[in-house]
């Protein structure tokens, strides 16, 4: 919910990326692709890390069913530790593209309808949650079109007048107080502004109630159900919010742009970006989104807001056409100390993800520069043009 609001590094062994670039599943062959791909990743990675706010990263490609990872930096800064690709980062709002999944997955197994009203899964009464008879639908909610208020509870002074660095304990101390009974009795406090699906207004808060709605459908807590119905059949074994013991001494530690070590993302966040995972499990994921012979995954890539051709939202991902016409699908996502980005091109079978562990309010500018700077070494010229 609220964590999500927020908004020189040396370069470990970097002239080695294209060698040390961690390969998985084929074997190198000498002139083969990942020459290439590791020359690209080696440049567009060489200028994120050479800002001197970048700490480390972790790049992972899947291209025609072969998937790379390369890492870089360090997962704390001055500890001279090399991430890897097991190394975990804070996903964000990339946690809502899985929330979505679960939402096509729900409307699959003929557990939901994708425009339900919102309020046939909320207990008491909410004739708050429409506007002149238009309700609140369920897919409203995670592509950000329901006009729910973007975070819940919903504190914008603070974000005007307090010290960015102060900022994350005022809000992590909020935030530790706040109950799921807290989070309804806001929910009935709520106006719309206007018909829900008629314009985009991006919402934690909405994922965050997806998430709970979820939850009352299939009778367990989000990350159970994450773990039921993606990360176990993906063997998405990194993929969770709570961490043992051993993963939490692979979790990278986050950064503010001056430097200093931030604070984690809190439990609270859920549906709405509260998910950690490896770059290794996200190439599963990309793998995963890859294929679009599942129905589940062609739901959840379907648009439900605005023209693709410029710009368009399915279950959370954002979309467009590429010149070639080819889709570009995304999400991009930041807590306090952490960045990630991540996109698909289906027609072309490839798959980028970024993962970062210093936030600001240019890294995922960044990230996005860089995935660019990537497709274009590897698409058809034709999309080149952007």
Same mark, same amino acid.
């Given at each position: 919910?609220?964590?999500?609001?927020?908004?020189?590094?040396v370069l470990?062994?970097?002239?080695?990326?294209?060698?040390?670039?961690?390969?998985?599943?084929?074997?190198?062959?000498?002139?083969?692709?990942l020459?290439?791909?590791?020359e690209?990743?080696?440049?567009?990675?060489?200028?994120?890390?050479?800002?001197?706010r970048?700490?480390?990263?972790?790049?992972?490609?899947?291209?025609?069913?072969?998937?790379?990872?390369?890492?870089?930096?360090?997962v704390?800064?001055g500890?001279?530790?090399?991430?890897?690709?097991?190394?975990?980062?804070?996903?964000?709002?990339?946690t809502?593209?899985?929330t979505?999944?679960?939402?096509?997955?729900?409307?699959?197994?003929?557990?939901?309808?994708?425009?339900?009203?919102?309020?046939?899964?909320?207990?008491?009464s909410?004739?708050?949650?429409?506007?002149?008879?238009?309700?609140?639908?369920?897919?409203?909610?995670?592509?950000?079109?329901?006009r729910?208020?973007?975070?819940?509870?919903?504190?914008?002074?603070?974000?005007?007048?307090?010290?960015?660095?102060?900022?994350?304990?005022?809000?992590?101390?909020i935030?530790?107080?706040?109950?799921?009974?807290?989070?309804?009795?806001?929910?009935?406090?709520?106006?719309?502004?206007?018909?829900?699906?008629?314009?985009?207004?991006?919402?934690?808060?909405? !994922?965050?109630? %997806? +998430?709970? @709605?979820?939850? =009352? #459908?299939?009778?367990?807590?989000? &990350?159970?159900?994450?773990?039921? /119905?993606? !990360?176990?059949? %993906? +063997?998405? @074994?990194?993929? =969770? #919010?709570?961490?043992?013991?051993? &993963?939490?001494?692979?979790?990278? /530690?986050g950064?503010?742009?001056? +430097?200093?070590?931030?604070?984690?993302?809190?439990?609270?966040?859920?549906?709405?970006?509260?998910?950690?995972?490896?770059?290794?499990?996200?190439?599963?994921?990309?793998?995963?989104?890859?294929?679009?012979?599942?129905?589940?995954?062609?739901?959840?890539?379907?648009?439900?807001?605005?023209?693709?051709?410029y710009?368009?939202?399915?279950?959370?991902?954002q979309?467009?056409?590429?010149?070639a016409?080819?889709r570009?699908?995304?999400?991009?996502?930041?807590?306090?100390?952490?960045?990630?980005y991540?996109?698909?091109?289906?027609?072309?079978?490839?798959?980028?993800?970024?993962?970062?562990?210093?936030?600001?309010?240019?890294?995922?500018?960044?990230?996005?520069?860089?995935?660019?700077?990537?497709?274009?070494?590897?698409?058809p010229?034709?999309?080149?043009?952007?």
């Open positions: 919910m609220i964590l999500q609001r927020c908004l020189t590094i470990i062994l970097v002239a080695l990326v294209e060698a040390l670039g961690q390969q998985t599943g084929a074997s190198r062959k000498a002139g083969e692709k020459t290439g791909i590791g690209i990743v080696n440049k567009s990675a060489h200028k994120f890390m050479s800002d001197r970048s700490v480390g990263l972790s790049v992972g490609i899947i291209k025609d069913g072969r998937s790379w990872t390369f890492n870089f930096g360090e704390e800064k500890g001279k530790k090399s991430p890897t690709e097991h190394t975990i980062y804070e996903l964000a709002s990339i809502k593209t899985f979505g999944v679960l939402l096509a997955q729900a409307s699959a197994e003929g557990k939901v309808k994708l425009d339900d009203d919102v309020r046939k899964y909320l207990d008491g909410y004739p708050n949650l429409e506007f002149e008879g238009k309700p609140i639908k369920l897919f409203h909610l995670i592509n950000h079109t329901s729910l208020p973007p975070n819940l509870p919903d504190h914008p002074e603070l974000f005007r007048n307090s010290d960015p660095y102060e900022l994350p304990k005022i809000l992590t101390a935030e530790s107080k706040y109950s799921r009974e807290d989070f309804y009795a806001d929910l009935h406090k709520v106006k719309l502004d206007k018909e829900p699906g008629t314009d985009f207004k991006y919402s934690n808060s909405a !994922a965050q109630l %997806l +998430g709970y @709605i979820l939850e =009352k #459908i299939y009778g367990m807590r989000y &990350e159970q159900i994450v773990w039921t /119905k993606i !990360a176990k059949p %993906l +063997g998405m @074994i990194e993929t =969770k #919010i709570t961490l043992t013991a051993p &993963e939490t001494k692979r979790l990278a /530690k950064h503010y742009d001056n +430097g200093t070590v931030a604070l984690y993302g809190t439990p609270q966040t859920q549906a709405a970006g509260g998910l950690r995972s490896s770059v290794s499990d996200m190439l599963k994921y990309m793998r995963y989104h890859l294929n679009e012979n599942n129905k589940i995954i062609r739901l959840s890539h379907q648009t439900t807001w605005g023209d693709i051709k710009y368009a939202s399915g279950l959370n991902w979309m467009k056409l590429t010149p016409g080819n570009k699908i995304w999400q991009s996502g930041g807590t306090f100390g952490f960045s990630s991540c996109v698909i091109v289906p027609e072309l079978r490839l798959g980028i993800v970024l993962l970062s562990n210093e936030s600001d309010q240019e890294t995922q500018g960044r990230l996005n520069s860089m995935a660019e700077e990537i497709l274009a070494g590897v698409r010229q034709a999309d080149n043009a952007n």
